[in-house]
């Protein structure tokens, strides 16, 4: 990020992931190199597949059991490296800078125990406070998450909560060690709009009273739009394309997040063109093959797109902070974009 | 929205109560509702989470049985339709949420789109293999997905497979679940256009259950707004997106942001308070009293009718 | 139980599951072919002799080769477990299924007459039945199936119940299919999959229940040549000749641990490892390569 001159919170390097189990091998994550700055939201955009939780959640140790884990290339936070820690030392670097917040929360939380003592657990293991502590913070973070009632939804088990009452639980837990940034995994994919919209609002409302960034990992087009102030996408493990939200969203160049922003119908405004999708679907990962992984489904795909990787380059006459993997897409220039 | 000659599915005061935990409280899913639907159109029934809008999709295909009130297709009650399933099957059929789900995951795809083509016994083996392949063709399959079970597809071939599957029978009404949820974003793109392509080729009628507004006004011709198990809002999709009159459709306009960031920048939100009420329970008068912001006492005590506007739709609001 | 870590580890290699059930499957089968004696055949000559040339594993009291009695006690045991296994197959499938499927105030019933009898041990139960009808072989195989069919009911009672409700059922009926249809095409290799794999795994427990019905005299009758009645023949010259009990219950246990190895087996199938760390670095390898090959291919170009 040549625009910023503070360091990054968190940052990976050519990040390769490969998920290994009894019958495929995938490339998850096929050379990412990103930066979270403080008080930034960042979104990962991406459709299923592309490796947006697993390049996320990977070098924090957090992917799912049962699936053996290659990761390779350069994770820190802080200063500090990621890779190559034992599980002890993970789990302290992560409570020490990450929050979390998973799609679902019902399965986040315990279902056998209310959810304020399961807050005060995680603020007692976190902040190293005595039991008394560890309730007032519950109790304080519940009130900051906008949970009304908190001394009353302190004694609640999960069940007995609406959807958009655990999420706030869900954020809250996140919050409870002080982290510096917060990942959260398509945080509102699982809730009804009007709630989606207060949970947004909250998200947002923390990110820019305690400066906290966030890591916001979505499909949703939509919310990126309201929340990130920076963007990536990634396509088949690959980030496609990557810069302020502004200039992802309104000037894209590659071909792919055209196609993606052509798919959102917007119901505001003119009602225009029927959106079209994009042709095929996405590439098996699992195979290892040269070009560029989109080049299948592209319009505009030449032969040299399946002969070479296109490397994310920057649009040095525009903005140096948006990139672009696709060659043929910069040389023609970003005016062709279809700035709707 | 009014009944006319080429009313194909009509709804009369239909209720669904589910028993809960409370014998004395039922879950009232669907709680008074009546439509009718014009041949040809393309409605959409959207609302959040429990407003009853699933279960009032499975009332209309007999997959759950109704309380009171009448489900009619062709001036038909469905309850006797449904003693003889196979009749209904020939003129409903139901696209589900989940394709995964609905696919059985040891059916190749070829046995899953010959099924229903087995269950009524049509035309001997090499009919029914044209048919498939007209099907596939129809709905956009390669042929070479045919001999593939369902987990090895991608979601949105799933979800056409199950599509084909569908309209195997030549049903003319289609009535979908949440058919976009399961999917990505660019697959999305593919199936609705599919779902507009398919309804003006094969002259089909679908009810579409969804949440998701703006596929509601690229694709739908009517819609009906629902909330706690009521219908609070109906009217063509022009007019219902221009000019929203129920405080309800107007939040839940608002609520949806845009992915474009210009409108979002500039976006009214009417962030509603709290969450939708239990469906035990529904509030007295107008359901949607303790949430709306536009509330005046005679909402509490008397419940709004939904009735005719005078330029167009109808609206159960006692302030429009 | 302390030793299923170590059983899980062998357990993890299909061969090492496979090969002792196999062998006891085919040496059952061959087993008039491959005895070297008449297993039934007494030799006053040869009594309570060690093991010889003749006489690989000895004889017994009435100088009867144990290598052939081995052999075809094994052929016993499989045919008497195979004939309980498919009946209380068919029997807890049909009325697991039926319960499921139909509900209400019937499934209620049938699940409480198979609660009862899972509540039970097995063998107490078979004990039951076999004080009623009497002993005797077949009493024994009645008795047996009595007391196993109600495990696959249940089995079966809960994938129908799971199933039933799941989209694709949902689907099969608005396409206007009927109960046959849905039962047969949809349920039933459900049940089956699960069921089947369930048995062969039980198929251990079934061979130690015959073998002990027989050794208490309620099952297989004396000139039988059965590994439960050898052991109970055996035990009246364990100090001189420990092998005439050694022997039989060395088969027996071998057995038995097998089919509870192939359980396992199929346990560990359902729960997804990590892998081994030695087949992951062959994968590692094997992606390198790949690596190796796309670079170079991209160099080219």
Redesign the interface.
């Known amino acids: 990020m040549s625009d910023s001159t503070e360091e990054p919170l968190f940052s990976v390097r050519d990040l390769v992931i490969?998920l290994?189990?009894?019958q495929v091998?995938v490339?998850a994550v096929d050379g990412v190199s990103l930066d979270v700055y403080p008080g930034e939201v960042l979104a990962v955009v991406g459709?299923?597949g592309s490796g947006k939780t697993v390049m996320t959640l990977g070098p924090l140790g957090l992917l799912p059991?049962?699936?053996?884990v290659?990761i390779r290339g350069y994770a820190e936070c802080s200063g500090q490296s990621l890779l190559a820690r034992s599980g002890k030392e993970l789990a302290r670097l992560r409570g020490e800078n990450f929050g979390i917040i998973f799609q679902d929360p019902i399965s986040a939380l315990n279902p056998m125990k209310k959810v304020g003592p399961q807050l005060a657990s995680q603020a007692m293991r976190l902040r190293a406070v005595s039991k008394a502590q560890a309730r007032v913070i519950a109790l304080e973070l519940l009130q900051r998450t906008g949970i009304p009632d908190p001394e009353g939804r302190y004694n609640c088990y999960p069940h007995e909560m609406?959807?958009?009452?655990l999420q706030r639980v869900m954020i809250a837990l996140a919050l409870a060690g002080n982290p510096k940034i917060l990942i959260a995994d398509e945080p509102t994919t699982a809730l009804?709009?009007?709630?989606?919209?207060?949970i947004?609002?909250l998200l947002q409302d923390i990110q820019r009273k305690e400066n906290i960034a966030i890591v916001l990992i979505t499909?949703?087009?939509?919310?990126?739009?309201?929340m990130a102030d920076r963007v990536a996408v990634l396509y088949a493990g690959r980030v496609a394309e990557y810069g302020t939200?502004?200039d992802v969203?309104?000037r894209p160049i590659h071909p792919y997040t055209k196609?993606?922003?052509?798919?959102?119908?917007?119901?505001?405004?003119q009602?225009t063109e029927?959106?079209?999708?994009?042709?095929g679907?996405?590439p098996d990962q699992s195979?290892?093959?040269?070009?560029c992984r989109f080049a299948e489904r592209c319009p505009a795909a030449q032969h040299?797109c399946r002969?070479?990787?296109p490397a994310l380059v920057e649009m040095a006459d525009v903005n140096k902070a948006h990139r672009v993997a696709c060659p043929i897409a910069v040389s023609e220039g970003w005016g062709q974009s279809n700035d709707? | 929205m009014t009944a006319n000659t080429n009313t194909l599915l009509e709804v009369r005061d239909l209720t669904v109560y589910f028993q809960g935990q409370n014998k004395h409280q039922p879950v009232r899913a669907v709680d008074g509702i009546s439509f009718a639907i014009p041949e040809g159109a393309f409605h959409a029934l959207v609302g959040?989470?429990g407003c009853g809008k699933t279960t009032l999709a499975r009332t209309l295909v007999g997959l759950q049985q109704a309380t009171s009130g009448e489900v009619l297709i062709r001036n038909q009650n469905i309850n006797s339709l449904l003693k003889n399933r196979k009749l209904l099957a020939k003129d409903v059929q139901f696209v589900f949420q989940n394709p995964l789900g609905a696919l059985s995951r040891r059916q190749t795809v070829y046995q899953s789109l010959e099924e229903p083509l087995l269950i009524h016994n049509v035309g001997n083996a090499d009919r029914r293999r044209q048919r498939i392949h007209e099907l596939a063709e129809l709905v956009g399959l390669p042929l070479s997905s045919l001999d593939r079970l369902p987990r090895s597809l991608?979601?949105?071939?799933r979800q056409r497979v199950a599509i084909a599957r569908a309209l195997a029978l030549e049903p003319s009404i289609l009535i979908c679940d949440e058919p976009l949820s399961a999917l990505?974003?660019?697959?999305?793109?593919?199936?609705?256009?599919l779902f507009?392509q398919l309804q003006q080729k094969l002259g089909l009628t679908i009810i579409m259950i969804t949440?998701d507004?703006?596929?509601?006004?690229?694709?739908c011709t009517s819609v009906s707004v629902m909330y706690l198990g009521k219908v609070m809002e109906a009217n063509n999709t022009?007019p219902l997106?221009a000019q929203p009159a129920h405080p309800y459709t107007q939040?839940?306009?608002s609520?949806?942001?845009?992915?474009?960031?210009?409108?979002?920048s500039t976006?009214q939100?009417i962030?509603?308070r709290g969450?939708?009420p239990s469906p035990m329970a529904p509030p007295s008068g107008c359901r949607f009293h303790t949430r709306c912001p536009k509330a005046v006492p005679e909402c509490s005590a008397k419940e709004p009718v939904l009735k005719p506007q005078a330029n167009s739709g109808l609206i159960a609001c006692h302030l429009v | 139980m302390p030793d299923s870590l170590k059983l899980s580890s062998i357990a993890k290699w299909p061969w090492a599951v496979l090969t002792p059930v196999l062998l006891f499957v085919a040496v059952s089968i061959l087993a008039p072919w491959i005895t070297p004696y008449d297993p039934a055949a007494q030799d006053y000559s040869a009594v309570l002799q060690g093991f010889s040339q003749e006489h690989w594993l000895g004889t017994d009291y009435l100088g009867r080769d144990m290598f052939s009695r081995i052999i075809a006690g094994a052929r016993v045991s499989l045919v008497a477990m195979s004939i309980v296994l498919a009946a209380a197959l068919i029997i807890g499938v049909m009325v697991g299924s039926f319960a499921g499927y139909v509900g209400g105030r019937t499934e209620l019933v049938l699940i409480s007459l198979i609660d009862i009898i899972l509540s039970l041990p097995s063998l107490v139960v078979a004990l039951a039945f076999i004080g009623i009808i009497g002993p005797g072989y077949w009493s024994m195989i009645a008795a047996l199936t009595m007391a196993w069919w109600a495990n696959y009911a249940r089995m079966s009672r809960a994938v129908v119940t799971s199933e039933l409700h799941q989209p694709y059922i949902e689907a099969a009926r608005v396409m206007g299919a009927g109960h046959l249809h849905i039962f047969c095409r949809h349920i039933l290799p459900h049940v089956l999959a699960l069921v089947v794999v369930y048995a062969s795994a039980d198929a251990g427990a079934l061979v130690l229940a015959i073998a002990t019905l027989s050794f208490l005299g309620l099952g297989v009758e004396p000139p039988t040549p059965e590994w439960g009645q050898m052991l109970v023949d055996g035990m009246n010259y364990l100090e001189q000749y420990p092998h005439l009990v050694i022997l039989p219950g060395l088969a027996l246990t071998l057995v038995v641990s097998s089919f509870n190895l192939l359980g396992e087996h199929f346990a560990l199938k359902k729960?997804?490892?990590?892998?081994s760390k030695r087949?992951?670095g062959i994968?590692?390898k094997?992606?390198a390569r790949?690596?190796m090959?796309?670079l170079e291919?991209?160099a080219k170009?």
């Open positions: 490969d290994y189990t009894e091998s490339r459709e299923s059991e049962g699936v053996s290659d609406s959807g958009g009452m009804d709009a009007t709630v989606q919209a207060q947004l609002e499909h949703d087009i939509s919310v990126v739009a309201q939200m502004e969203l309104t196609g993606l922003l052509s798919s959102v119908p917007d119901f505001r405004g009602r029927p959106v079209t999708g994009i042709p679907s996405p195979s290892l093959l040269p070009g040299q002969e070479k990787r709707s | 959040e989470s991608s979601g949105g071939q990505d974003v660019s697959i999305q793109a593919q199936i609705v256009s507009s949440h507004l703006a596929v509601v006004r690229e694709v022009e997106f939040a839940l306009l609520s949806v942001p845009s992915p474009d960031p210009n409108t979002e976006r939100r962030v509603l969450e939708p | 729960v997804p490892k990590g892998l087949r992951l994968l590692k094997r992606r790949e690596e090959n796309m291919q991209e170009a």
